[in-house]
């Protein structure tokens, strides 16, 4: 199966789950459902868990595709330090952040869709994968190619002079006189 | 840049006009079931219970159903490439929109993910309504048992719950960073479609939401057994009038039969009958005749297959069952079989060397051609088993279709190309096609030595035939070194530095007045964007670009 990242699938995962359960949370508390401090909680946490998904880490092996506008996000996320850095902490925090969305029907969704992400990165975390920031590179300048710094110090190779000269008693086949040969190159 | 009309007429106008006729479908289906639910005589009770949540979730159901069976048409790729073939459809203007198959895919996808949420979101609602608006006179009507019960556990509930989970694995695999870094958490999840397509056609079994069935006998609003008329509005009503309000008969409500297989099954056994005639016509093993190796880590495989028919531009999904019995990989077919030989080839290339000891040896193969990052262990010896499917269609088989055609091709993206001039090497004359310009943009320089001979030998060919303006080649690499002294026709056509796009538009442009020119690109993102900007602005010399996209994954 090759090296999977499963830290990449679990990001996406977590991410629309904090969707879910932002959405389901609105519904919760717009609808005045019974228990609406648990969908109140929910929009909490679906803040938080979109805020801390959304700077997607740095791959370990290829190009990284970066979110629009992440780089906010990443230097919050990275200043925890280890804590966010470790797919433990993460895989154990959205457990503990799931269980009260599935004491209400609206949220129950986005409860166990958090919780499908927090067992990804809890095997993600096994493997030793982390969270790595993508921060903007330094372009280095190209450096300008040898061949414009030195012209070239003689002239284009010419036919010798008996082929140069203008054959002025001969106009018309001279018209046709091509001192070099035609090839196909 | 200034857009022209014309050019984008002629390159994005098929498809929006498909996207608005889509848009115009899901919109009218939509209003037209919400109306159904707010003003249907049949509805009037449950209406009064539920309010516009149920308007709202039945009226997203229905655009569901809709865009469930689409989502499943672009992708029977055996029934496109047949289409595409067979000139059934001969206008090139549907035939490109074809291309756009995958795009419509998506739109479909995310159509249902929205709407998912929305319907969800309206049935929690009408789950409330139901427990609180209980209604004591229409028992029949009622989903919860008691009053302020809030019940979910029957089949509609948890069956959506369960589609809702396998519909967010689907679709949080499925963004283009996943794809692209580990295809097999892609491809195995988005095969759960079968399951998710089952359990929905179960959905309603056990309706919650019931119509009633009696409307002649019980007109609704209808005056009730122990109701009189004084009651209403207190105005003197005649005996004549009051007969004909009362009821002649209790309310009977019946709930819905599941309707979702009426739209779901002929799309779903057309795309399983196209996935078994895939399985079949895969089942016979190839035979590999030869390997050849190529500098930059490229092999080449030529293979030999019964009946095997492609065209230039198709490409093949192999599958190796040594390695994986449920992965398929594509790969543009660099050499189609025609009369004289019998073989067709692909160029993989390489990553890494022979390891491993013993009996086996294993290879590491990283893919070219769609997607440059998928890797297939490849067993040497006894498992060197493949099976091919396809071939299937692809945007470059439009190339002789054009007068004049332009090819772009950024490194191995120029494996649909070699299979175009490998087709002109056996015969130029049958074509339509009267110029092939041909630009090909690599990083090293050691790649072009993949097809130099190729290229040569067509130039030399149509150089020997008297028609030395048919193909014009630009090489373009960002290293300076020189090529081999017996690949002189491209030493001398080779440019160091990135192509300026403008330019080179332009002078085909000059060359070829009020005529119509195919770009095809297969090559990274940044020269596909630019090409494609490029190719809809304006133009005083009258010529039209129309852009053509192989997309990689």
């Known amino acids: 199966m090759g090296k999977i990242e499963w830290a990449m699938w679990a990001n996406e995962q977590a991410l629309a789950s904090g969707l879910i359960l932002l959405t389901g949370g609105i519904v919760g508390v717009a609808g005045q459902f019974r228990g609406w401090q648990f969908a109140a909680y929910a929009v909490a946490a679906g803040v938080f868990v979109c805020l801390l998904e959304y700077p997607r880490s740095k791959r370990s092996k290829g190009t990284s595709v970066e979110r629009t506008g992440q780089y906010c996000f990443t230097v919050c996320v990275k200043s925890f330090g280890p804590l966010t850095r470790n797919y433990y902490v993460r895989a154990f925090l959205h457990a503990a952040i799931c269980v009260p969305g599935g004491f209400m029907l609206a949220t129950v969704l986005g409860c166990v869709c958090l919780g499908i992400a927090s067992i990804i990165y809890f095997v993600a975390a096994i493997r030793g994968e982390h969270w790595e920031p993508i921060l903007p590179r330094k372009e280095s300048r190209m450096p300008v190619a040898e061949s414009i710094k030195n012209p070239p110090q003689n002239p284009p190779p010419r036919p010798p002079a008996e082929t140069r000269r203008k054959r002025v008693d001969d106009l018309e086949d001279a018209a046709y006189d091509n001192p070099i040969s035609v090839t196909d190159n | ?553």
């Open chain 2, 1 to 553: 840049m200034v857009v022209s009309v014309r050019s984008w007429v002629a390159n994005e106008g098929g498809k929006h006009l498909v996207l608005m006729l889509w848009l115009a479908a899901n919109t009218w289906l939509f209003l037209k079931t919400f109306l159904l639910y707010s003003t249907g005589q049949q509805y009037h009770y449950l209406y009064k219970m539920l309010g516009p949540g149920l308007c709202i979730s039945r009226a997203s159901a229905s655009v569901l159903n809709l865009n469930c069976s689409l989502v499943l048409l672009p992708m029977c790729r055996s029934l496109l490439t047949f289409v595409r073939g067979s000139h059934t459809v001969s206008s090139r203007k549907t035939r490109r929109l074809l291309d756009k198959s995958k795009t419509f895919h998506v739109a479909c996808g995310v159509a249902i993910c929205i709407f998912s949420v929305v319907h969800v979101s309206a049935h929690l609602v009408n789950v409330i309504n139901f427990s609180v608006s209980y209604s004591d006179d229409f028992p029949a009507l009622n989903l919860a048992r008691y009053r302020g019960e809030v019940r979910h556990t029957h089949i509609p509930g948890v069956t959506g719950v369960l589609l809702v989970l396998i519909l967010f694995l689907m679709f949080t695999s499925s963004s283009y960073c996943v794809r692209v870094s580990n295809y097999e958490i892609f491809w195995y999840t988005h095969n759960l479609f079968i399951v998710f397509y089952i359990i929905l056609m179960v959905h309603m079994v056990g309706g919650a939401l019931k119509y009633q069935t009696n409307i002649e006998a019980h007109p609704p609003g209808c005056l009730r057994a122990n109701q009189s008329g004084a009651e209403q509005l207190g105005e003197e009503l005649e005996q004549g009038e009051d007969e004909e309000r009362r009821c002649r008969e209790e309310a009977h409500f019946q709930p819905h039969y599941p309707q979702t297989w009426l739209w779901v099954s002929g799309p779903l056994c057309l795309y399983c009958a196209e996935r078994f005639y895939r399985y079949i016509r895969s089942c016979d093993p190839v035979t590999i005749v030869t390997v050849i190796r190529h500098p930059c880590d490229v092999i080449e495989l030529r293979m030999l297959k019964k009946n095997f028919k492609a065209r230039p531009g198709q490409y093949i999904v192999l599958n190796c069952p040594g390695v994986s019995s449920f992965e398929n990989h594509p790969f543009t077919l660099t050499t189609c079989p025609t009369e004289n030989k019998e073989t067709f080839g692909i160029h993989l290339r390489v990553v890494g060397d022979w390891t491993g000891g013993g009996k086996y040896k294993y290879m590491c193969v990283c893919l070219s051609g769609f997607s440059a990052n998928r890797l297939v262990y490849f067993c040497q010896r006894c498992v060197f088993r493949l099976y091919v499917d396809g071939p299937f269609g692809s945007p470059s088989e439009e190339v002789f279709n054009y007068d004049v055609s332009l090819c772009v091709a950024g490194g191995i993206g120029v494996t649909p190309f070699a299979c175009v001039l490998h087709a002109l090497l056996d015969g130029w004359k049958g074509f339509r096609l009267q110029r092939l310009y041909f630009v090909w943009v690599c990083r090293e320089l050691q790649s072009f030595y993949w097809f130099a001979e190729l290229l040569c030998a067509v130039h030399h060919k149509l150089w020997q035939e008297n028609r030395p303006d048919y193909f014009n080649l630009k090489l373009f690499i960002s290293q300076t070194d020189n090529l081999q002294e017996k690949y002189r026709p491209l030493t001398s056509r080779l440019l160091v530095g990135r192509p300026r796009w403008k330019l080179l538009l332009d002078e085909i442009a000059k060359t070829n007045n009020n005529k119509r020119v195919g770009v095809f690109c297969c090559g990274p993102k940044g020269i596909s964007r630019t090409l494609h900007r490029l190719c809809n602005s304006a133009r005083s010399s009258g010529t039209t670009f129309e852009f053509n996209k192989e997309s990689f994954s």
